[in-house]
């Protein structure tokens, strides 16, 4: 077995998923002699986007001993309960995607299949009706989930709404506090060897060498791309928008404690509360509609007032073949794309720093530890492409040639196994690494009014005068848990109100 010994790691890049990774391996690492160096160039610059978080990001800070309150001040964040999809299933219709459970589940049969059965019987109750989170946020309130929840009722989950930049300085204070060390450049050479990246030529002339790098240089792949040519697998045939245009804008009114979606004619609009501003983009498909018409689409559909000219995107959806490709690891943009629809890209950082810190229990790895590492990789982006593509292929919007297209595509093999389950019988397949579990696939599934053709049967066993009185109550008990919650905008107020820049 070869070892490979790392003692010094090159980050290139200073992006959210640079300083992320810098300031997660310097804690990783602040008992070994491991030097970790950023290369980043402040004459590039950062994506500049990316500001909505799905609730791993806070298991991520708080790893590293940070505050939800304290970061949300230091971000100008906002809390978020979820997503809001609109006109996504059919014009006029609107639906939420909480991060929390639906209902209590009972003799070990999902809810779902208890709610199923007592629509059978007439009872017009939503799914939603059941959901803490769909109508804390439903109702702009906030407030933190119980830390022992009293019942599956109770459960649910929240994430941020923040300042990518702010974010990144707040990861690089901590990481810098640790001893990484940073390098303002631009690299304008890589030398490549046989164990593949040798060292980095800076536009002032120095050499950079480092024995592990990793490259969050963003879209470009400076290193897993342009020098070690990775490869790419594109997912265009399932997503087809390769383009977006986003502007930041301010924001009147209350700040909503969900992020926005709304469906176009050949894309979706998404829209992002901060405490003192909007973010505001459009996503699209540029063979349908050209970047002025988005732009004008985007304009259109934002009251507030913009605060710059709207900035543009091309990406293609996919991911590198092999994330981990000799001695460079890609992580973040550099690493692959997929569209922000579930705000999923920053939490795939999170999942590749995850898997570094486990290699490296030692400061040394292996060939196995690579390929897993690469295995692990592509089933993450695997299952999120998926979870993302269920979006499209379940519409039932009349306008436009990419919603036709989407509706009848054809599905990956997984998915298809996945869809069929549902509708056949309410079945939810699970697999061990998903960003994405039951509760969110009921809530697209219902979202857009896929009802499974039968449920389970056991349900039906259970009286139905119970049953109606047992769900009643549960109806009841999330109003009555709503009624009583302050406002979101309270919450921030009280809890973590930033200065307005
Ligand atoms: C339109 C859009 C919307 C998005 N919305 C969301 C969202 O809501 N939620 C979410 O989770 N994610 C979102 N994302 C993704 C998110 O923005 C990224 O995952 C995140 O910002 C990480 O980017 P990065 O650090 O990989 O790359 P970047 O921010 O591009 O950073 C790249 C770094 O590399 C440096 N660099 C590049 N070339 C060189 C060079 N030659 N020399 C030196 N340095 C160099 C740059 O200076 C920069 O510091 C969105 C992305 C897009 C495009």
């Known amino acids: 077995m070869t070892v ?19 300031a997660s391996l310097s804690k990783h690492f602040r008992k070994t002699k491991v030097a970790i160096t950023v290369v980043e160039s402040s004459a590039i610059g950062t994506v500049g986007v990316g500001e909505a978080t799905i609730p791993t990001l806070r298991r991520f800070y708080a790893e590293l001993g940070l505050d939800d309150m304290a970061v949300m001040k230091a971000t100008q964040a906002t809390c978020k309960l979820g997503i809001q999809f609109q006109d996504w299933y059919k014009q006029g219709h609107s639906f939420i995607h909480p991060f929390g459970l639906f209902g209590q589940k009972a003799n070990g049969i999902d809810f779902h299949h208890y709610w199923l059965h007592l629509k059978s019987l007439g009872d017009t109750s939503a799914l939603a ?12 309130k906030f407030i933190e989930p119980s830390v022992n929840p ?9 994430a941020l709404h923040f300042d990518a930049g702010l974010f990144a300085k707040l990861m690089r204070e901590y990481a810098e506090s640790h001893g990484v060390t940073c390098i303002d450049a631009k690299i304008d050479g890589v030398n490549c060897g046989e164990e593949g990246i040798d060292s980095l030529v800076l536009d002032d002339g ?17 290193l897993i791309e342009q020098a070690l040519h990775t490869g790419y697998h594109d997912w265009s045939e399932w997503l087809q928008c390769d383009s977006a245009v986003a502007v930041q804008s301010t924001r009147a009114g209350s700040a909503p404690s969900y992020t926005v979606t709304r469906a176009h004619q050949a894309g979706w609009q998404w829209r992002i509360p901060l405490q003192h501003r909007a973010g505001n983009g459009h996503v699209f498909c540029s063979r349908y509609i050209s970047e002025d018409e988005a732009i004008a689409t985007l304009k259109s559909n934002i009251t507030d007032e913009l605060l710059h000219e709207p900035r543009r995107f091309k990406f ?9 490709n000799k001695n460079c690891i890609a992580v973040g943009l550099a690493s692959g794309f997929l569209e922000p629809l579930e705000s999923t890209s920053i939490a795939l950082i999170e999942t590749a720093i995850e898997k570094i810190r486990r290699v490296f229990q030692r400061p040394w790895y292996t060939a196995a530890a690579v390929d897993n590492f690469n295995d692990l990789t592509a089933q993450e982006y695997e299952r999120v492409r998926d979870f993302i593509i269920l979006h499209y292929k379940l519409n039932q919007r009349e306008d436009g040639e990419l919603w036709r297209y ?16 549902f509708r056949s019988q309410g079945d939810l397949i699970r697999y061990p690494i998903e960003m994405f579990g039951g509760p969110s696939w009921v809530a697209i599934y219902d979202g857009f009014q896929y009802l499974p053709e039968q449920y389970d049967q056991r349900v039906t066993k259970m009286n139905p005068e119970y049953l109606q009185k047992a769900l009643g109550e549960m109806r009841q008990s999330v109003a009555s848990a709503v009624a009583s919650v302050q406002s979101h905008d309270d919450f921030i107020a009280q809890n973590c109100a930033a200065a307005a820049p």
């Open 316 to 324: 293609t959806p996919g991911r590198r073949k092999l994330a981990w």
């Open 150 to 158: 009293p019942s599956e009722l109770s459960v649910y989950d929240w």
């Open 4 to 22: 490979h010994n790392v003692s010094n790691i090159v980050i290139v890049g200073g992006g959210t998923a640079g300083w992320m990774t810098a």
């Open 129 to 140: 009706d059941y959901s803490l989170g769909v109508n804390l946020a439903k109702n702009n």
């Open 206 to 222: 120095r050499v950079i060498n480092g024995d592990l790098f990793i490259d969050c240089s963003g879209f470009k792949g400076l």
């Open 406 to 421: 989407c509706r009848e595509m054809e599905l990956p093999e997984m998915l298809r196994k996945k869809v069929a389950a």
